[in-house]
């Protein structure tokens, strides 16, 4: 089956209903791996982060890291799950290179977290419960290089190579019940659900799930079926997909790729498959085992996971408030509409801007800078807008410049731009530069008399009642003043200097 004969999306709607579940798993930010004390930071040399157990080495022992049990319950909780008061690891048994004991420690049948779910909100505003079925632990495998092949896959490639430092990093796996009754939203929910677990995450503080860097990554599991039908069609499981808008895309791709397989009596195999980011389609990975494949087993070497009641109760006491709260609470208190909110979001200017408004601006000024100046700067750079070189505190400092009259919008733009280029801070970047707005009255009216000296025809047009022509002459002494003067104060001496009724 190839791109070009895709059903619509639109036809295939029309006939199939999409039933979605999302694997989301989590690489959690704890200093060291879950079942041993080797580092997890990143950017090390290959395998210079591993002992016995990370290798699986004989006689090697595991001992499970107590933060990463704390930050599954975490995580438990803000999904409204319930907590086990008793559930074990588990080997999932299975040969790859990447993951040297042959096994994986996971859990199986007994899940830290369970039953649970997560409010998300589209982008008109639509709430959309998402039923939770489980979150696990369980730990990262090593990364393979394959070298040699033109695709980087394995296919092709004349040897590979591994790296032991991620095997052993806590992961976290989040799996929603059956998504039904999305219909054509199906996609946009996908996309919004992990958007508000990524942001969920972020709060609670247990990662920084930042999925370009693979801390964050998402299966999309995609089956169609007839309008009306109660059971379920064959799923494909689209894996690794690294980004919100690939989350959409792949979702959206599957069901017109199962539309078309199903509407010319085809039959979709229960396979794995890639996403592919240039073109928004999928391939073909390898059918898929099932889990009774894996041959699990209870882990005999870590003892059992049992959080008391008590501890389960004060990490909900702990927990902050949740995004979508703290959202809504945000918007209403900054007075924007739900639209402005997503692109506030969108841009990740969250935060800065509430640390912004905690430094003293007000809300609109904050607000201005980020998503205006600043977002473009940030685009036109192509970095995240966290990522500029300018505090809060310093946009505030200019916020609060502009509000005392010491500098107009064009001025703050420059001293933006001064401390982006590393001159110091706002009130460094003015005096260094020499910005300020020239409010002084007296050097105004020079320069505004100047004006009216050098440019009589205009100056005449003015007086005879063409107001209009006043611009030309604001626009001489603001190159006068190099842009310094306040353009509506010049304006008007210019008109009284010439007795014209504004
Ligand atoms: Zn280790």
Redesign the pocket.
């Given at each position: 089956m190839t791109v070009t004969e895709l059903v619509s999306y639109e036809e295939a709607l029309a006939t199939f209903e999409p039933v979605m579940g999302l694997e989301v798993h989590v690489e959690l930010g704890t200093k060291t791996?879950m079942f041993?004390?080797?580092s997890t930071e990143l950017g090390a040399e290959p395998n210079s982060?591993?002992?016995p157990?990370?290798?699986g080495m004989p006689g090697s022992l595991p001992v499970v890291n107590a933060v990463g049990v704390e930050s599954a319950v975490k995580i438990g909780l803000a999904l409204n799950c319930e907590i086990a008061e008793w559930c074990r690891f588990a080997r999932k048994n299975y040969f790859y290179p990447d993951m040297p004991k042959n096994f994986q420690t996971s859990q199986y049948d007994e899940p830290i977290a369970f039953n649970g779910y997560l409010d998300v909100q589209l982008e008109d505003g639509e709430v959309f419960r998402v039923e939770i079925e489980r979150a696990h632990m369980e730990e990262d495998t090593g990364k393979s290089t394959h070298v040699g092949g033109a695709t980087g896959r394995i296919h092709g490639a004349s040897h590979s190579l591994l790296d032991y430092n991620r095997a052993?990093i806590p992961l976290i796996e989040i799996v929603t019940k059956p998504i039904t009754g999305a219909g054509e939203r199906a996609p946009e929910v996908a996309k919004a659900y992990v958007a508000e677990l990524r942001e969920l995450i972020k709060a609670l503080g247990v990662s920084e799930a930042r999925m370009e860097m693979g801390q964050m990554r998402c299966d999309v599991n995609l089956s169609l079926m007839p309008k009306g039908a109660q059971k379920f069609g064959t799923r494909s499981e689209t894996k690794n997909v690294n980004s919100l808008r690939s989350v959409e895309r792949a979702a959206r791709f599957e069901i017109q790729r199962h539309a078309a397989v199903l509407s010319s009596g085809g039959t979709i195999l229960q396979e794995t498959r890639h996403f592919h980011e240039e073109d928004g389609s999928t391939t073909s990975g390898r059918i898929k085992e099932e889990a009774e494949d894996y041959r699990y087993f209870p882990e005999p070497d870590l003892v059992p996971v049992a959080p008391s009641r008590e501890w389960v109760e004060e990490l909900r006491a702990g927990l902050p408030e949740l995004p979508r709260v703290r959202r809504n609470r945000l918007r209403e208190e900054w007075g924007v509409s739900e639209h402005d909110m997503q692109s506030i979001l969108n841009a990740g200017a969250v935060d800065l801007i509430v640390a912004t408004i905690e430094a003293g601006a007000d809300a609109a000024s904050a607000r201005k800078w980020w998503m205006g100046e600043l977002s473009r700067r940030a685009n036109e750079a192509g970095t995240d807008l966290a990522a500029m070189e300018i505090t809060p505190e310093q946009v505030a400092r200019v916020c609060a410049l502009v509000a005392e009259g010491f500098l107009n919008d064009k001025l703050a733009r420059q001293v933006i731009e001064g401390v982006l280029a590393g001159e110091g801070a706002p009130d460094e970047v003015v005096e260094k530069r020499g910005l300020k707005v020239v409010s002084d009255e007296g050097a105004l009216g020079t320069a505004v008399d100047e004006a009216i000296a050098a440019n009589a025809g205009i100056a005449d047009k003015i007086r005879s009642g063409k107001v209009a022509a006043a611009g030309a002459l604001v626009g001489a002494v603001m190159k006068a003043t190099r842009g310094q003067a306040d353009a509506a104060r010049v304006r008007e001496l210019i008109l009284e200097r010439l007795g014209v009724e504004g």
């Open positions: 791996k041993c004390g080797c982060q591993t002992c157990t990370c290798l052993g």
